[in-house]
């Protein structure tokens, strides 16, 4: 379902992605710097959440600067909240790349907000970008280490962008519930030497939903 949902004079374009039964749950997914939401790997997992039972909006904000792609992204959690067409008990952030990082600041602000009514479940960052390609003397950790739902990293093992031992001295320092899921001899785009994207996408897909049911179960004893 194409949706166009107003952000400040302009629309930002988006899908919905959806189960054939009711969803109690969904999840926001947007792209990295370069793209939008039909990247392929976004409707890969897009498709993949809607057949577990699992709504995603996905959607595309061309900003480089990561406080705009921030803005858009609350703009959309809001429109997700307040839609009458899908009333969800909560919801999952989940970006790709730079939509990563948007998606960790918006969690950020919200929580710092004195309205955070637990709407937001947790956290998905695909090839979180901790640091520039060897620039890893500044990272860029700051809002990971403000969170407090539960946050899954899906990163290659070779990503340019993340190094292994940093994100695991990252992860090792935030407060909330944390996993890491590395994708063996991926690079930041989560291509592998010798494997397909489509097998790539399954592990990745796979590794996400597994981690989105545990946490909503986790909320529901």
Not at 37 to 63: D, E, I
Not at 68 to 73: N, P
Not at 123 to 132: A, D, G
Request: glycine share 8%; hydrophobic share 40%; with cysteine.
């Amino acid at each position: 379902v194409k949706v166009k949902i107003p952000f400040g004079n302009k629309y930002l374009d988006a899908i919905f992605s959806v189960p054939e039964k009711k969803p109690a749950y969904g999840v926001i997914l947007t792209h990295g710097a370069g793209g939008d939401m039909n990247f392929p790997h976004l409707v890969s997992l897009a498709a993949c959440l809607a057949s577990h039972g699992v709504l995603c909006l996905r959607f595309t904000c061309k900003g480089l600067n990561v406080a705009y792609r921030t803005k858009a992204f609350k703009t959309v959690v809001e429109y997700l909240k307040l839609s009458d067409d899908y009333k969800l008990s909560g919801v999952f952030l989940a970006g790709r790349s730079m939509g990563s990082r948007a998606a960790a600041s918006v969690i950020r602000q919200l929580s710092q907000d004195d309205d955070d009514d637990g709407f937001i479940q947790g956290l998905v960052c695909l090839s979180y970008p901790l640091h520039r390609p060897k620039l890893q003397s500044k990272l860029r950790d700051e809002d990971l280490l403000f969170i407090r739902c539960p946050v899954l990293f899906v990163s290659g093992s070779a990503d340019e962008m993340c190094e292994k031992q940093l994100l695991e001295g990252v992860v090792s320092k935030m407060k909330a519930p944390k996993k890491i899921h590395w994708i063996d001899k991926a690079n930041h785009g989560m291509a592998v030497k010798g494997r397909t994207t489509d097998d790539v996408m399954e592990e990745i897909n796979a590794q996400v939903f597994s981690w989105l049911r545990e946490n909503v179960k986790l909320e529901h004893k």
